[in-house]
Protein backbone atom coordinates (compact mmCIF):
# COMPACT_ATOMS: atom_id res chain seq x y z
CA UNK A 1 0.00 0.00 0.00
CA UNK A 2 1.48 3.14 -0.80
CA UNK A 3 1.57 5.90 1.66
CA UNK A 4 -0.86 8.81 1.30
CA UNK A 5 0.72 11.80 2.57
CA UNK A 6 -1.19 13.87 5.22
CA UNK A 7 -0.77 17.13 3.18
CA UNK A 8 -2.67 15.15 0.84
CA UNK A 9 -5.14 14.39 3.42
CA UNK A 10 -5.76 18.27 4.45
CA UNK A 11 -6.00 18.88 1.40
CA UNK A 12 -9.55 17.07 1.24
CA UNK A 13 -10.77 19.70 3.64
CA UNK A 14 -10.20 22.19 0.54
CA UNK A 15 -11.68 20.02 -2.13
CA UNK A 16 -14.96 19.79 -0.42
CA UNK A 17 -16.39 22.94 -2.42
CA UNK A 18 -14.24 21.28 -5.49
CA UNK A 19 -16.02 17.67 -5.67
CA UNK A 20 -20.11 18.32 -5.76
CA UNK A 21 -20.33 15.24 -6.21
CA UNK A 22 -18.42 11.63 -6.81
CA UNK A 23 -18.46 13.14 -10.71
CA UNK A 24 -16.42 16.21 -10.13
CA UNK A 25 -15.79 18.06 -13.12
CA UNK A 26 -12.65 19.35 -13.69
CA UNK A 27 -12.51 23.30 -14.52
CA UNK A 28 -13.18 24.63 -17.65
CA UNK A 29 -10.08 26.01 -18.06
CA UNK A 30 -8.15 22.99 -17.74
CA UNK A 31 -10.23 21.08 -20.20
CA UNK A 32 -10.18 23.76 -23.10
CA UNK A 33 -6.16 23.83 -22.54
CA UNK A 34 -6.06 19.57 -22.32
CA UNK A 35 -8.54 19.60 -25.78
CA UNK A 36 -6.34 22.12 -27.23
CA UNK A 37 -3.21 20.65 -26.38
CA UNK A 38 -4.40 17.25 -27.68
CA UNK A 39 -5.35 18.91 -30.85
CA UNK A 40 -2.21 20.68 -31.86
CA UNK A 41 -0.12 17.44 -30.88
CA UNK A 42 -1.60 15.33 -33.24
CA UNK A 43 -1.39 17.84 -35.85
CA UNK A 44 1.75 16.52 -36.73
CA UNK A 45 1.38 14.21 -39.53
CA UNK A 46 2.59 10.47 -38.90
CA UNK A 47 2.16 7.32 -41.06
CA UNK A 48 -0.23 4.95 -38.71
CA UNK A 49 -0.07 1.40 -39.53
CA UNK A 50 -3.25 -0.51 -40.25
CA UNK A 51 -4.69 -2.33 -36.71
CA UNK A 52 -2.87 0.74 -34.83
CA UNK A 53 -4.91 0.99 -31.75
CA UNK A 54 -4.25 5.16 -31.17
CA UNK A 55 -7.05 6.79 -32.59
CA UNK A 56 -9.45 4.51 -30.45
CA UNK A 57 -7.40 5.42 -27.03
CA UNK A 58 -7.07 9.00 -28.61
CA UNK A 59 -10.87 9.80 -29.10
CA UNK A 60 -11.50 7.82 -25.71
CA UNK A 61 -9.24 10.48 -23.65
CA UNK A 62 -10.88 13.32 -26.14
CA UNK A 63 -14.55 11.83 -25.25
CA UNK A 64 -14.14 12.24 -21.51
CA UNK A 65 -12.32 15.32 -21.37
CA UNK A 66 -15.14 16.71 -23.59
CA UNK A 67 -18.37 15.22 -21.43
CA UNK A 68 -16.51 16.17 -18.33
CA UNK A 69 -16.15 19.66 -19.56
CA UNK A 70 -19.48 20.20 -20.43
CA UNK A 71 -21.00 22.46 -18.03
CA UNK A 72 -24.29 21.40 -19.27
CA UNK A 73 -24.41 18.18 -17.92
CA UNK A 74 -24.54 16.34 -14.73
CA UNK A 75 -21.65 14.00 -13.96
CA UNK A 76 -24.21 10.91 -14.34
CA UNK A 77 -25.00 11.82 -17.19
CA UNK A 78 -21.61 11.98 -18.95
CA UNK A 79 -21.56 8.37 -18.14
CA UNK A 80 -24.14 7.62 -20.42
CA UNK A 81 -22.90 9.75 -22.90
CA UNK A 82 -19.29 7.90 -22.58
CA UNK A 83 -21.27 4.31 -23.60
CA UNK A 84 -22.69 5.88 -26.72
CA UNK A 85 -19.32 7.39 -28.16
CA UNK A 86 -17.81 3.69 -27.52
CA UNK A 87 -20.91 2.05 -29.01
CA UNK A 88 -20.51 3.90 -32.08
CA UNK A 89 -16.62 3.26 -31.92
CA UNK A 90 -17.38 -0.15 -31.94
CA UNK A 91 -20.22 -0.90 -34.54
CA UNK A 92 -17.65 1.28 -36.97
CA UNK A 93 -14.54 -0.78 -36.16
CA UNK A 94 -16.20 -4.59 -36.33
CA UNK A 95 -17.95 -2.92 -39.08
CA UNK A 96 -14.97 -2.50 -41.32
CA UNK A 97 -12.88 -5.54 -39.35
CA UNK A 98 -15.27 -8.13 -38.60
CA UNK A 99 -14.30 -10.67 -35.46
CA UNK A 100 -17.05 -9.28 -33.13
CA UNK A 101 -20.69 -9.31 -33.47
CA UNK A 102 -21.91 -5.52 -34.12
CA UNK A 103 -23.92 -3.74 -31.44
CA UNK A 104 -26.50 -2.65 -33.37
CA UNK A 105 -25.09 -1.61 -36.50
CA UNK A 106 -25.22 -4.28 -38.91
CA UNK A 107 -24.20 -2.61 -42.18
CA UNK A 108 -20.53 -4.41 -43.95
CA UNK A 109 -18.22 -1.47 -44.55
CA UNK A 110 -16.72 -2.00 -48.51
CA UNK A 111 -13.59 -3.94 -48.52
CA UNK A 112 -10.51 -1.96 -48.28
CA UNK A 113 -12.22 0.36 -45.60
CA UNK A 114 -9.88 2.70 -43.08
CA UNK A 115 -11.51 1.48 -39.41
CA UNK A 116 -9.31 4.18 -38.65
CA UNK A 117 -11.02 6.62 -40.66
CA UNK A 118 -14.32 4.70 -39.44
CA UNK A 119 -13.90 5.22 -35.43
CA UNK A 120 -12.76 8.69 -35.61
CA UNK A 121 -15.76 9.80 -37.66
CA UNK A 122 -17.77 7.98 -35.63
CA UNK A 123 -16.49 9.26 -32.23
CA UNK A 124 -16.23 12.79 -33.61
CA UNK A 125 -20.27 12.70 -34.87
CA UNK A 126 -21.77 11.40 -31.48
CA UNK A 127 -19.48 14.37 -29.40
CA UNK A 128 -20.38 17.11 -31.51
CA UNK A 129 -24.26 15.55 -31.81
CA UNK A 130 -24.55 15.66 -27.65
CA UNK A 131 -22.01 18.33 -27.01
CA UNK A 132 -21.78 21.05 -29.12
CA UNK A 133 -20.32 23.54 -27.51
CA UNK A 134 -17.11 21.29 -27.80
CA UNK A 135 -17.22 21.85 -31.60
CA UNK A 136 -14.67 23.58 -32.56
CA UNK A 137 -12.14 21.82 -30.68
CA UNK A 138 -13.80 18.49 -31.76
CA UNK A 139 -13.55 19.46 -35.49
CA UNK A 140 -9.42 20.32 -34.59
CA UNK A 141 -8.65 17.20 -33.55
CA UNK A 142 -10.92 15.58 -36.04
CA UNK A 143 -9.11 16.97 -38.67
CA UNK A 144 -5.64 16.21 -36.89
CA UNK A 145 -6.59 12.65 -36.12
CA UNK A 146 -7.55 12.18 -40.24
CA UNK A 147 -4.05 14.06 -41.29
CA UNK A 148 -2.25 10.90 -40.17
CA UNK A 149 -4.32 8.67 -42.32
CA UNK A 150 -3.13 8.66 -45.88
CA UNK A 151 -5.62 10.05 -48.19
CA UNK A 152 -7.82 7.94 -50.50
CA UNK A 153 -10.24 5.76 -51.25
CA UNK A 154 -10.04 4.22 -47.71
CA UNK A 155 -9.92 6.44 -45.43
CA UNK A 156 -12.72 8.64 -47.77
CA UNK A 157 -14.79 5.08 -47.15
CA UNK A 158 -14.04 5.16 -43.54
CA UNK A 159 -15.08 8.51 -42.29
CA UNK A 160 -18.83 7.61 -44.56
CA UNK A 161 -18.90 4.50 -42.81
CA UNK A 162 -18.19 6.10 -39.44
CA UNK A 163 -20.71 8.86 -39.70
CA UNK A 164 -23.35 6.14 -40.69
CA UNK A 165 -22.40 4.28 -37.30
CA UNK A 166 -22.56 6.94 -35.43
CA UNK A 167 -25.86 8.58 -36.84
CA UNK A 168 -27.45 4.87 -37.13
CA UNK A 169 -26.57 4.99 -32.65
CA UNK A 170 -27.90 8.59 -32.73
CA UNK A 171 -31.32 7.63 -33.95
CA UNK A 172 -31.37 4.37 -31.94
CA UNK A 173 -31.14 6.48 -28.78
CA UNK A 174 -33.46 9.67 -29.71
CA UNK A 175 -36.46 8.65 -27.89
CA UNK A 176 -34.71 6.91 -24.61
CA UNK A 177 -36.05 9.15 -21.73
CA UNK A 178 -32.89 11.24 -21.33
CA UNK A 179 -33.72 14.18 -19.67
CA UNK A 180 -37.59 13.66 -18.94
CA UNK A 181 -38.26 16.64 -16.55
CA UNK A 182 -41.77 15.22 -15.30
CA UNK A 183 -39.79 12.73 -13.32
CA UNK A 184 -38.87 14.06 -10.05
CA UNK A 185 -38.34 13.15 -6.25
CA UNK A 186 -41.29 13.08 -4.48
CA UNK A 187 -41.06 11.14 -1.58
CA UNK A 188 -42.22 13.24 1.67
CA UNK A 189 -39.69 13.18 4.53
CA UNK A 190 -39.91 10.57 6.79
CA UNK A 191 -37.55 7.84 8.87
CA UNK A 192 -35.47 6.14 6.63
CA UNK A 193 -36.72 8.22 3.58
CA UNK A 194 -33.67 10.80 1.67
CA UNK A 195 -34.45 14.43 1.63
CA UNK A 196 -31.84 17.00 0.46
CA UNK A 197 -28.70 17.14 2.83
CA UNK A 198 -26.48 19.68 4.58
CA UNK A 199 -24.57 22.01 3.66
CA UNK A 200 -26.59 22.41 0.23
CA UNK A 201 -29.84 20.49 0.18
CA UNK A 202 -29.69 20.42 -3.34
CA UNK A 203 -32.14 18.19 -4.83
CA UNK A 204 -31.66 14.47 -6.51
CA UNK A 205 -29.66 14.95 -9.26
CA UNK A 206 -31.17 13.23 -12.62
CA UNK A 207 -33.81 11.78 -11.25
CA UNK A 208 -35.05 10.26 -14.83
CA UNK A 209 -31.66 8.37 -15.22
CA UNK A 210 -33.78 4.96 -13.83
CA UNK A 211 -35.48 5.64 -16.47
CA UNK A 212 -33.47 5.75 -19.56
CA UNK A 213 -33.85 2.81 -21.71
CA UNK A 214 -30.56 0.73 -21.27
CA UNK A 215 -28.22 0.13 -23.48
CA UNK A 216 -27.68 -3.39 -23.35
CA UNK A 217 -29.33 -4.95 -20.09
CA UNK A 218 -33.20 -5.67 -20.70
CA UNK A 219 -34.61 -2.85 -18.52
CA UNK A 220 -33.23 -1.16 -15.80
CA UNK A 221 -34.57 -3.60 -12.91
CA UNK A 222 -33.17 -6.94 -14.38
CA UNK A 223 -30.43 -6.73 -11.64
CA UNK A 224 -32.14 -4.96 -9.03
CA UNK A 225 -31.00 -5.17 -5.90
CA UNK A 226 -32.84 -6.74 -3.07
CA UNK A 227 -34.32 -3.92 -0.73
CA UNK A 228 -32.21 -2.14 1.48
CA UNK A 229 -32.70 -3.37 5.53
CA UNK A 230 -35.45 -2.16 7.90
CA UNK A 231 -34.17 0.72 10.19
CA UNK A 232 -34.80 -1.51 13.31
CA UNK A 233 -32.70 -4.86 11.49
CA UNK A 234 -29.23 -6.21 13.12
CA UNK A 235 -28.11 -5.60 9.53
CA UNK A 236 -28.69 -1.92 9.55
CA UNK A 237 -27.67 -1.58 13.41
CA UNK A 238 -24.49 -2.80 12.18
CA UNK A 239 -24.30 -0.60 9.36
CA UNK A 240 -25.41 2.29 11.05
CA UNK A 241 -22.69 2.51 14.21
CA UNK A 242 -19.99 1.24 11.67
CA UNK A 243 -20.75 4.32 9.29
CA UNK A 244 -21.25 6.69 12.26
CA UNK A 245 -18.10 5.66 14.00
CA UNK A 246 -15.57 5.09 10.80
CA UNK A 247 -17.16 7.63 8.69
CA UNK A 248 -16.83 10.88 10.11
CA UNK A 249 -15.07 13.85 9.53
CA UNK A 250 -13.70 13.77 12.68
CA UNK A 251 -13.46 10.01 13.41
CA UNK A 252 -10.88 8.47 16.32
CA UNK A 253 -11.13 4.84 14.95
CA UNK A 254 -10.11 5.52 11.57
CA UNK A 255 -6.61 4.72 10.62
CA UNK A 256 -4.64 6.82 8.00
CA UNK A 257 -4.64 4.06 5.79
CA UNK A 258 -8.23 3.79 5.26
CA UNK A 259 -8.19 7.25 5.12
CA UNK A 260 -6.05 6.95 2.36
CA UNK A 261 -7.97 4.53 0.67
CA UNK A 262 -11.27 7.24 1.28
CA UNK A 263 -9.35 9.93 -0.42
CA UNK A 264 -8.46 7.97 -3.11
CA UNK A 265 -11.78 6.47 -4.07
CA UNK A 266 -13.16 10.06 -3.83
CA UNK A 267 -12.26 10.97 -6.96
CA UNK A 268 -13.97 11.09 -10.63
CA UNK A 269 -14.48 7.06 -12.03
CA UNK A 270 -14.99 8.24 -14.93
CA UNK A 271 -11.83 9.75 -15.26
CA UNK A 272 -10.18 7.26 -13.40
CA UNK A 273 -11.30 4.01 -15.02
CA UNK A 274 -11.07 5.45 -18.53
CA UNK A 275 -7.05 6.50 -18.10
CA UNK A 276 -6.80 2.68 -16.88
CA UNK A 277 -8.38 1.19 -20.06
CA UNK A 278 -6.24 3.20 -22.15
CA UNK A 279 -3.18 2.13 -20.45
CA UNK A 280 -4.33 -1.52 -20.84
CA UNK A 281 -4.31 -1.03 -24.59
CA UNK A 282 -0.68 -0.35 -24.43
CA UNK A 283 -0.29 -3.72 -21.35
CA UNK A 284 -2.16 -6.01 -23.54
CA UNK A 285 -0.47 -4.78 -26.69
CA UNK A 286 -4.17 -4.76 -28.44
CA UNK A 287 -5.08 -3.79 -31.69
CA UNK A 288 -7.96 -1.56 -33.19
CA UNK A 289 -10.82 -4.26 -32.88
CA UNK A 290 -9.75 -5.52 -29.79
CA UNK A 291 -9.27 -1.86 -28.14
CA UNK A 292 -13.09 -0.62 -29.65
CA UNK A 293 -14.14 -3.93 -27.91
CA UNK A 294 -12.76 -3.10 -24.78
CA UNK A 295 -14.14 0.33 -23.97
CA UNK A 296 -17.53 -0.85 -25.44
CA UNK A 297 -17.95 -3.44 -23.08
CA UNK A 298 -16.28 -1.47 -20.25
CA UNK A 299 -18.25 1.78 -20.69
CA UNK A 300 -21.48 0.61 -21.85
CA UNK A 301 -21.68 -2.04 -19.38
CA UNK A 302 -20.84 1.13 -16.85
CA UNK A 303 -23.31 2.95 -18.16
CA UNK A 304 -26.16 0.51 -17.86
CA UNK A 305 -25.29 -0.17 -13.81
CA UNK A 306 -25.16 3.27 -13.74
CA UNK A 307 -29.30 3.29 -14.76
CA UNK A 308 -30.13 0.48 -13.05
CA UNK A 309 -28.61 1.73 -9.74
CA UNK A 310 -30.67 5.04 -10.16
CA UNK A 311 -33.66 3.01 -10.97
CA UNK A 312 -33.37 1.51 -7.69
CA UNK A 313 -32.40 5.16 -5.51
CA UNK A 314 -35.44 6.45 -7.15
CA UNK A 315 -37.88 3.48 -6.01
CA UNK A 316 -36.28 3.39 -3.04
CA UNK A 317 -35.04 6.52 -1.76
CA UNK A 318 -33.22 5.87 0.78
CA UNK A 319 -31.64 7.96 3.55
CA UNK A 320 -27.83 9.05 3.90
CA UNK A 321 -25.62 8.49 6.93
CA UNK A 322 -25.67 11.87 7.52
CA UNK A 323 -30.00 12.12 8.02
CA UNK A 324 -29.63 8.67 9.47
CA UNK A 325 -27.09 9.81 12.32
CA UNK A 326 -28.69 13.27 13.21
CA UNK A 327 -32.46 11.98 12.97
CA UNK A 328 -31.84 8.35 14.57
CA UNK A 329 -34.00 9.27 17.86
CA UNK A 330 -36.87 9.18 14.79
CA UNK A 331 -35.88 6.01 13.35
CA UNK A 332 -37.64 3.42 15.98
CA UNK A 333 -34.59 1.27 16.59
CA UNK A 334 -33.20 2.00 20.51
CA UNK A 335 -29.60 0.94 19.39
CA UNK A 336 -29.02 3.91 17.15
CA UNK A 337 -28.04 6.92 19.14
CA UNK A 338 -28.46 10.70 17.43
CA UNK A 339 -25.69 12.89 16.82
CA UNK A 340 -27.11 15.94 15.64
CA UNK A 341 -23.74 17.35 14.76
CA UNK A 342 -22.33 14.71 12.52
CA UNK A 343 -20.60 15.56 9.78
CA UNK A 344 -19.14 12.77 7.03
CA UNK A 345 -15.28 12.73 5.76
CA UNK A 346 -16.63 13.63 2.62
CA UNK A 347 -18.81 16.82 2.08
CA UNK A 348 -20.93 17.35 0.86
CA UNK A 349 -22.42 14.35 0.30
CA UNK A 350 -23.90 13.85 -3.23
CA UNK A 351 -27.25 15.03 -4.14
CA UNK A 352 -29.47 11.52 -3.89
CA UNK A 353 -30.57 8.77 -2.41
CA UNK A 354 -28.27 6.51 -0.64
CA UNK A 355 -28.95 2.95 -1.74
CA UNK A 356 -27.56 1.62 -3.78
CA UNK A 357 -24.12 3.18 -4.61
CA UNK A 358 -23.50 4.42 -8.29
CA UNK A 359 -19.56 4.90 -7.61
CA UNK A 360 -19.43 0.90 -5.87
CA UNK A 361 -21.60 -0.18 -8.98
CA UNK A 362 -19.38 2.12 -11.97
CA UNK A 363 -15.90 0.05 -10.13
CA UNK A 364 -17.92 -3.26 -9.59
CA UNK A 365 -18.77 -2.92 -13.45
CA UNK A 366 -15.71 -1.69 -15.19
CA UNK A 367 -13.73 -4.20 -13.31
CA UNK A 368 -15.45 -7.36 -13.75
CA UNK A 369 -16.00 -6.40 -17.05
CA UNK A 370 -12.36 -6.20 -17.62
CA UNK A 371 -12.61 -9.90 -16.22
CA UNK A 372 -14.30 -11.13 -18.54
CA UNK A 373 -13.20 -9.10 -21.80
CA UNK A 374 -9.67 -10.73 -21.15
CA UNK A 375 -10.83 -13.96 -19.82
CA UNK A 376 -8.43 -13.47 -16.65
CA UNK A 377 -8.52 -12.78 -13.55
CA UNK A 378 -5.50 -10.97 -13.51
CA UNK A 379 -6.37 -6.98 -14.02
CA UNK A 380 -2.92 -5.56 -14.38
CA UNK A 381 -4.30 -2.26 -13.72
CA UNK A 382 -2.97 0.94 -12.99
CA UNK A 383 -5.67 3.61 -11.40
CA UNK A 384 -4.66 6.77 -10.85
CA UNK A 385 -7.21 8.88 -8.95
CA UNK A 386 -8.30 12.51 -9.11
CA UNK A 387 -8.20 12.96 -5.16
CA UNK A 388 -4.88 12.11 -5.43
CA UNK A 389 -3.37 12.28 -8.87
CA UNK A 390 0.64 11.49 -7.30
CA UNK A 391 -0.31 8.33 -5.63
CA UNK A 392 -1.31 5.29 -8.20
CA UNK A 393 -2.45 2.02 -6.92
CA UNK A 394 -1.56 -1.01 -8.86
CA UNK A 395 -4.73 -3.89 -8.73
CA UNK A 396 -3.99 -7.45 -9.96
CA UNK A 397 -7.54 -8.54 -8.25
CA UNK A 398 -10.71 -7.50 -9.10
CA UNK A 399 -11.85 -8.65 -5.97
CA UNK A 400 -9.79 -6.73 -3.86
CA UNK A 401 -10.38 -3.39 -6.18
CA UNK A 402 -14.10 -4.09 -5.33
CA UNK A 403 -13.66 -4.60 -1.70
CA UNK A 404 -11.75 -1.68 -1.35
CA UNK A 405 -14.44 0.75 -3.05
CA UNK A 406 -16.98 -0.79 -0.64
CA UNK A 407 -14.78 0.00 2.28
CA UNK A 408 -13.44 3.34 0.89
CA UNK A 409 -17.45 4.50 0.31
CA UNK A 410 -18.47 3.88 3.77
CA UNK A 411 -15.11 5.46 5.31
CA UNK A 412 -15.99 8.44 3.45
CA UNK A 413 -19.17 8.66 5.60
CA UNK A 414 -21.59 8.20 2.36
CA UNK A 415 -22.41 5.33 2.61
CA UNK A 416 -23.87 2.40 4.62
CA UNK A 417 -21.91 -1.02 3.91
CA UNK A 418 -25.31 -2.55 3.05
CA UNK A 419 -25.52 0.31 -0.07
CA UNK A 420 -21.78 -0.68 -1.06
CA UNK A 421 -22.00 -4.12 -1.15
CA UNK A 422 -25.46 -4.42 -3.06
CA UNK A 423 -23.87 -2.15 -5.44
CA UNK A 424 -20.97 -4.42 -6.16
CA UNK A 425 -23.05 -7.44 -6.81
CA UNK A 426 -25.22 -5.41 -8.63
CA UNK A 427 -21.89 -4.17 -11.32
CA UNK A 428 -20.86 -7.91 -10.91
CA UNK A 429 -23.86 -9.84 -12.26
CA UNK A 430 -24.65 -7.17 -14.86
CA UNK A 431 -21.07 -7.07 -16.30
CA UNK A 432 -21.45 -11.13 -16.27
CA UNK A 433 -24.88 -10.93 -18.12
CA UNK A 434 -23.42 -8.31 -20.46
CA UNK A 435 -20.24 -9.93 -21.92
CA UNK A 436 -22.26 -13.49 -22.13
CA UNK A 437 -24.73 -11.73 -24.55
CA UNK A 438 -22.96 -8.70 -26.45
CA UNK A 439 -19.20 -8.65 -28.32
CA UNK A 440 -18.91 -11.79 -28.91
CA UNK A 441 -16.49 -13.40 -31.38
CA UNK A 442 -18.01 -14.42 -34.87
CA UNK A 443 -18.58 -18.50 -35.47
CA UNK A 444 -16.22 -17.50 -38.75
CA UNK A 445 -13.77 -16.41 -36.86
CA UNK A 446 -13.75 -18.50 -33.43
Known amino acids: MRVFHQDSFSS ?14 LTAAALLAALTSGAATAATPTTMAAGDPTVISDWNQL ?6 GDTTKQGTETILYM ?12 GVEGRYAPYRFHAHAPHGTSAQAAAVAAAHKVLVTYVPSAQANLDAAYAASLAKLPDGKAKTRGIAFGTRAADHLIRLRAHDGRNDASILFT ?18 ITPWMGF ?18 TLTSARYTRDFNEVKAFGSATSTVR ?11 SGNPLIMVNAALRDQVTVRDLDIVDAARMFAAVDMSIADAIISVWHAKYRYGYWRPITAIMLADTDGNPATDPDPSWMPLFSPTPAYPEYPSGYTAFEASASRGLENV ?26 VLRQDVVNARMWLGIHFR ?6 RDLGVRLADWTLDHYFRPLHSHS
Open 12 to 25: IRRRKAQLPSWLAA
Open 255 to 265: TQAQTNTAVFF
Open 418 to 423: FGDTAA
Open 83 to 94: GFVQAAVYDAVV
Open 187 to 204: QPPAPGVWRPTPPTFAPM
Open 63 to 68: AVTTLV
Open 212 to 229: VTPLLVHSATQFAPPAPP
Open 374 to 399: FHTRHLQLTLTSTAAPNLPRQYDSGR
